[in-house]
């Protein structure tokens, strides 16, 4: 247990702590926030999030975000660098607890279950609550073991049977079965860029998340590899709930229900996709997504 | 038309690419006015001189068209436009075809301002004509207003009036049959006269629905096939 803090633990190397510094102060602009604009609670939340402020020391990153993330949508954050929105999904499945100095307060629950609370396992948070990285990260290992690696972890296949059951299902689902079944023992590194970020889904997925959190999964990748794990995510939905953070303003329109808009650190707008794009309320989502700033 | 409300594009090349639209839109409709007007006078003061220069500049407005459309669909295929600028480029296009409408019908009124210059007049129609195409006139006018000003009370309010264009085309309809029951020798140049009516009607109708795209734009609701009394309530 003490050994692998998280199945994600690899990966922590070739995230950037970085971004954390470079969110600015609100005092830096004459920007003057009045509330979220649009609707934050959704039908049938998943994970609900109130009045949550980050702090990375000194300097508060995230301030007072409530917003909830409904079963079996796709929710896209967007907004210029530095305005929190991969703060905010970090918190979701506490990838924050790896920043020594990050502070988060407020209150996020999952299936209504604060997950800030301490009896709250956060290796098995980070199962029900998955992850997919801007950079495709797998695992020194062969394909096969990047997948079989967290299912052998939590325990959940019995027997080996039950395990290639699970390896091949998630390949599958993560559309990457049919390029990779003829090399389950290829290093992971090996594959392509967009196959190594789908091996990633397949590894997220085999664990049987509720929650898929991805922080710009396509920004490493090229049109086809995007289009392909677009599709991907659209499959995804009906079985799980998904959160992105995406650059791309055309990725957000394509692939989400709903969009929110994150702005210094405040959550400024959040609504349909489609009114979003189309006929946003606040004016700083207009500038934004019109191309005005950012 | 004016910019909207918000500032600059980061890409001044994008900014110009819009500006060079809307500045296009301006310029057709300007076209379209002036087509009209020139139709209206040939038909009113049989100017069949006239009637044929209007009949044959309808192309101008044509080749507006085809550059405006053309420019929309580079911008949409390049830019990718959002929000208020994704509505400016959809109302444009949609303007534009309606402007062409009116330019074709404002042709249509040149053509007949020939054949009618050609035969004797009855000053009685004339000034039902007239008096119609007052209205169709001053409805271009403030639909164009409202586009280059963006401005949705003054769309509303030449969107309304078009019932008062319709109201007059069947009073004019109605002096028509008429005059065609009284004689019926009159019938050729009655009919010719109600093409001439039906076709201010129809400019009316485009008016209606550019002023329609306006409050679209400006305020992304869609008034369209919805009873004034909503529309009202979209404001």
């Known amino acids: 247990m003490q050994k692998s803090v998280s199945i994600e633990q690899p990966v922590m190397d070739n995230m950037q702590p970085a971004k954390s510094i470079m969110v600015q102060s609100s005092k830096d602009t004459d920007f003057e926030f009045t509330g979220t604009v649009g609707n934050i609670a959704a039908a049938n939340p998943r994970m609900v999030t109130r009045n949550v402020d980050v702090f990375y020391g000194e300097k508060q990153a995230i301030f007072d975000v409530s917003l909830d993330i409904g079963t079996n949508e796709v929710i896209a954050m967007i907004g210029p660098s530095g305005c929190g929105k991969s703060t905010f999904i970090r918190c979701l499945n506490r990838m924050n607890d790896t920043i020594e100095s990050c502070k988060v307060s407020g209150e996020i629950r999952l299936d209504d279950k604060s997950i800030y609370r301490k009896k709250q396992d956060v ?14 990260n797998p695992f020194p290992k062969s394909v096969y073991d990047n997948v079989a690696y967290g299912v052998r972890i939590h325990g959940l296949a019995s027997n080996k049977m039950e395990l290639e059951e699970i390896v091949v299902s998630s390949l599958r689902r993560a559309g990457l079965w049919d390029e990779v079944k003829d090399r389950l023992d290829a290093p992971g590194t090996s594959l ?22 991805m922080d710009e999964p396509c920004s490493a990748l090229d049109p086809i590899a995007t289009a392909r794990i677009e599709e991907l995510i659209d499959e995804l939905r009906e079985n799980y709930t998904i959160a992105i953070v995406t650059h791309s303003m055309q990725q957000a329109a394509r692939v989400s229900q709903r969009t929110a808009y994150f702005h210094l650190g405040y959550l400024v707008e959040v609504g349909e996709t489609s009114q979003v794009f189309t006929n946003p309320a606040h004016k700083l989502t207009e500038d934004y997504i019109t191309g005005r700033f950012g | 038309m004016a910019t909207s409300k918000l500032g600059e594009h980061t890409s001044q090349q994008y900014e110009q690419e819009l500006t060079n639209i809307r500045s296009k839109v301006i310029r ?9 007007e020139a139709g209206l006078k040939a038909l009113v003061s049989s100017d069949g001189a006239l009637g044929e220069e209007v009949a044959t500049s309808d192309y101008k407005i044509n080749t507006l068209e ?15 436009p959002a929000a208020s600028d994704l509505r400016v480029v959809v109302t ?4 534009i075809t309606d402007l062409e409408r009116i330019g074709d019908e404002a042709e249509k009124l040149g053509r007949l301002a020939v054949e009618l210059a050609a035969v004797d007049r009855e000053p009685g129609y004339f000034t039902q004509l007239k008096h119609l195409g007052e ?27 078009d019932k008062m264009v319709d109201q007059e085309f069947d009073a004019l309809m109605r002096q028509l049959i008429t005059y065609m029951m009284e004689d019926p020798r009159s019938i050729p ?10 076709a201010l009607e129809r400019i009316g109708d485009h008016c209606k629905n550019i002023c329609e795209y306006v409050v679209y734009m400006v305020k992304g609701k869609d008034i369209r096939h919805t009873s004034m009394k909503n529309s009202e309530a979209a404001k």
């Open chain 2, 189 to 198: 140049r009655s009919l010719q006269v109600m093409w001439c009516a039906r």
């Open chain 1, 192 to 213: 392509s860029g967009g196959q190594q970020q789908r091996l990633c889904i397949a590894r997220t997925i085999a664990v049987n998340p509720e929650v898929i959190l």
């Open chain 2, 66 to 80: 085809v550059e405006i459309d053309d420019a929309c669909t580079r911008i949409i295929a390049l830019r990718q």
């Open chain 2, 135 to 161: 209205h169709v006139r001053a409805a271009l006018r403030g639909a164009l207003d409202a586009l280059t000003r963006l401005d949705v009370d003054l769309a509303m309010k030449v969107a309304l009036e």
């Open chain 1, 123 to 136: 290796v098995q948070l980070r199962a029900r609550v998955g992850m997919v990285f801007q950079k495709p």
């Open chain 2, 92 to 95: 444009v296009i949609k303007t």
């Open chain 2, 28 to 36: 057709m409709g300007g076209l379209v006015e002036s087509q009209v």
